[in-house]
Structures are given as structure tokens and as C-alpha cells.
């Protein structure tokens, strides 16, 4: 009995690693998707938030039927809490993106679980292993390569502002992970189309919805929908199935994949000190994962190992 056992676990956890690889795919378009419309960035949180926020209800709806109005008002304090950060940390990406390069941002988000865990320790007391402090210190070394040409040159209009705005999405989405870390039973799908609906309200003022063109409106559909309603699914789906570093570390993807794409499509070289201070965040994250990574699997082979010797005993 435990050969399928083991070959169903297997399973589960490859289909897991498709998941979340498959939701930093669609996150990594982000940076593309909002070089490629044309309305300003008021109206592109509007209309993006609106689109996931109506995905979002509709998939929650088609899950929980008559059950869904309560899984809303379930939310609770920790659940609005979490939707504002969200909101914040939405609105602040799209108004990054049009500040710096899509490089600057995806790479100071990716600091963010690293704030998670400082912010864990501070406010709950969580113990923060010696390894974690070491990755931290060294992303942070990458993040001052990374803004270092604003010792040698001066900075373009509005680019130091936009790395602002891309560490306050970093804060806010480290903020709602601790939120939820105190509050497990909080749905994240609710709370997410909450969030996206709090950025189009708070955008309706500023945006001029109706100077979105049709093809404008298509690719806003999939920016809200699919690369962040869709996204969020297939990682809350793929994350339940394979260990925590495991998830980190492929969920990389989407810093590494975001500025390629720009690059690729859009010929945005985001510069030497963006990629050299990048790399080294990258690698501090990745490095920071596999050691997890290591010891679980060697804390797992220990296990099996006791398990056997109690058998043949």
C-alpha cells in the first residue's frame, strides 16, 4: 500500500511545482502588460482592478454557490487588513512601473519575503534562523548595487521616486503575509478581489475610464484577470502542494522572467548596476531557498531512516 502512496505524493508535488511555476509566468507580465497600453496609470488601476475583482467573485461564487456572501463577511478585521495592503501594494506597482524600470521593481518586490520575516520577529516574535538574516544582508548589499548609480550620476526624473514606490509594494505584501500567518483560516481568493476592488475605487477619482480604447480594454481584461486574478489562483492552488522553500524559490521566477520580457519585447536595457544588483538579490533568495530546501529533505530521510530501525526492531 505505500507504493502508490509515495507515486500519488510525487505526483501532487510535480503538479504543485507546474502551479506556482505557471502562476510566476503570468506575474512576470506584469512590467510588459503595463508598457504596452496606452492609458495613463490612474486608469490602468482602475480598469485592471475592476477586471480582477469581477474574476474574482465569479470564481469564489462558482466555488462556494449560496456560501459565498458568507465567506466574504468571514473575512473579518485581518481580512480587510489584508486587502488594503494589497490594494496599496497594487496601486503602487502600476505607478512604479511608470517611474523606474520594470527591472528595479521586480527586484526590490522580490525583498519582500525577507520583510515577512523581519517584520514577523518584531511583531509576533517568530525566531528568524541565522541563515535568513544572512540572505537578508546580502539582498540588501544587492539592492545598494542595484540604486549605486545615484552616487555616480544624476538620477533620471521621477526614478528614485518609483524605487520608493516598488519597496512600499515590497512593505505592504510582506505586511499581508504576516497578517495571514496570524490568521490562517482567512481566505486569500476573497480578500484578494476585495483588495482589487478597493484600487478601482480609489482610482475612479483620478482615471478617465472611458479614454480606454477597445483593444486597450482587452489587454487591461487580461492584465486584471489573468496575470493577477489567474496568477493568484494558480499559486494559492500549487503552493499547498510542495514545501514552502520549494515555493519561494520557483515563485524567483517572476523577478528573473519580468525584466526579459520588457527586454525582449520592448528593448528596455534596465542597465548594468539593475542587473549585477539583481543577481545578487537573486542569489541570495535562491541560496537562502535551497538551504531550506536541503534540510527538510535531509530531516526527511532522518525520519525514514527511524521509522525503519523501529520496524525491524
Given at each position: 500500500?505505500?507504493?502508490?502512496?509515495?507515486?500519488?505524493?510525487?505526483?501532487?508535488?510535480?503538479?504543485?511545482?507546474?502551479?506556482?511555476?505557471?502562476?510566476?509566468?503570468?506575474?512576470?507580465?506584469?512590467?510588459?502588460?503595463?508598457?504596452?497600453?496606452?492609458?495613463?496609470?490612474?486608469?490602468?488601476?482602475?480598469?485592471?482592478?475592476?477586471?480582477?475583482?469581477?474574476?474574482?467573485?465569479?470564481?469564489?461564487?462558482?466555488?462556494?454557490?449560496?456560501?459565498?456572501?458568507?465567506?466574504?463577511?468571514?473575512?473579518?478585521?485581518?481580512?480587510?487588513?489584508?486587502?488594503?495592503?494589497?490594494?496599496?501594494?497594487?496601486?503602487?506597482?502600476?505607478?512604479?512601473?511608470?517611474?523606474?524600470?520594470?527591472?528595479?521593481?521586480?527586484?526590490?518586490?522580490?525583498?519582500?519575503?525577507?520583510?515577512?520575516?523581519?517584520?514577523?520577529?518584531?511583531?509576533?516574535?517568530?525566531?528568524?534562523?541565522?541563515?535568513?538574516?544572512?540572505?537578508?544582508?546580502?539582498?540588501?548589499?544587492?539592492?545598494?548595487?542595484?540604486?549605486?548609480?545615484?552616487?555616480?550620476?544624476?538620477?533620471?526624473?521621477?526614478?528614485?521616486?518609483?524605487?520608493?514606490?516598488?519597496?512600499?509594494?515590497?512593505?505592504?505584501?510582506?505586511?499581508a503575509t504576516v497578517l495571514?500567518?496570524?490568521?490562517?483560516?482567512?481566505?486569500?481568493?476573497?480578500?484578494?478581489?476585495?483588495?482589487?476592488?478597493?484600487?478601482?475605487?480609489?482610482?475612479?477619482?483620478?482615471?478617465?475610464?472611458?479614454?480606454?480604447?477597445?483593444?486597450?480594454?482587452?489587454r487591461l481584461a487580461f492584465?486584471?484577470?489573468?496575470?493577477?486574478?489567474?496568477?493568484?489562483?494558480?499559486?494559492?492552488?500549487?503552493?499547498?502542494?510542495?514545501?514552502?522553500?520549494?515555493?519561494?524559490?520557483?515563485?524567483?521566477?517572476?523577478?528573473?522572467?519580468?525584466?526579459?520580457?520588457?527586454?525582449?519585447?520592448?528593448?528596455?536595457?534596465?542597465?548594468?548596476?539593475?542587473?549585477?544588483?539583481?543577481?545578487?538579490?537573486?542569489?541570495?533568495?535562491?541560496?537562502?531557498?535551497?538551504?531550506?530546501?536541503?534540510?527538510?529533505?535531509?530531516?526527511?530521510?532522518?525520519?525514514?531512516?527511524?521509522?525503519?530501525?523501529?520496524?525491524?526492531?
Amino acid at each position: 500500500m505505500s507504493g502508490p502512496t509515495l507515486v500519488d505524493g510525487a505526483h501532487d508535488r510535480r503538479r504543485g511545482r507546474i502551479l506556482v511555476a505557471a502562476a510566476a509566468g503570468f506575474w512576470s507580465l506584469g512590467g510588459l502588460m503595463a508598457r504596452t497600453v496606452d492609458t495613463d496609470p490612474w486608469t490602468t488601476v482602475f480598469w485592471r482592478g475592476l477586471f480582477c475583482a469581477a474574476f474574482l467573485v465569479a470564481v469564489t461564487a462558482a466555488r462556494e454557490g449560496r456560501r459565498t456572501p458568507g465567506v466574504f463577511a468571514g473575512m473579518g478585521r485581518t481580512g480587510v487588513g489584508m486587502a488594503v495592503c494589497f490594494a496599496i501594494g497594487s496601486t503602487c506597482f502600476i505607478m512604479a512601473l511608470h517611474r523606474t524600470s520594470v527591472a528595479n521593481v521586480l527586484i526590490i518586490q522580490s525583498l519582500s519575503p525577507f520583510m515577512a520575516g523581519l517584520l514577523g520577529w518584531v511583531w509576533m516574535g517568530e525566531r528568524v534562523a541565522g541563515r535568513t538574516w544572512l540572505a537578508m544582508g546580502v539582498a540588501l548589499l544587492g539592492s545598494a548595487i542595484m540604486v549605486s548609480r545615484y552616487f555616480y550620476s544624476t538620477p533620471a526624473p521621477g526614478t528614485l521616486g518609483g524605487d520608493g514606490l516598488a519597496f512600499a509594494v515590497a512593505l505592504t505584501f510582506a505586511t499581508a503575509t504576516v497578517l495571514l500567518r496570524r490568521r490562517r483560516q482567512v481566505r486569500m481568493l476573497p480578500a484578494a478581489a476585495l483588495a482589487a476592488a478597493l484600487t478601482s475605487v480609489v482610482a475612479a477619482g483620478p482615471a478617465t475610464p472611458g479614454a480606454a480604447g477597445t483593444g486597450d480594454l482587452v489587454r487591461l481584461a487580461f492584465f486584471g484577470a489573468g496575470q493577477l486574478g489567474l496568477g493568484m489562483i494558480l499559486f494559492t492552488a500549487g503552493a499547498r502542494r510542495i514545501p514552502v522553500a520549494e515555493t519561494s524559490l520557483i515563485a524567483v521566477l517572476e523577478s528573473v522572467l519580468g525584466p526579459v520580457w520588457v527586454w525582449l519585447a520592448l528593448g528596455e536595457n534596465p542597465g548594468a548596476p539593475s542587473l549585477v544588483g539583481g543577481a545578487v538579490v537573486l542569489a541570495a533568495l535562491a541560496g537562502h531557498t535551497v538551504a531550506d530546501l536541503r534540510i527538510e529533505r535531509r530531516a526527511a530521510a532522518q525520519a525514514g531512516s527511524r521509522n525503519r530501525s523501529s520496524t525491524g526492531t
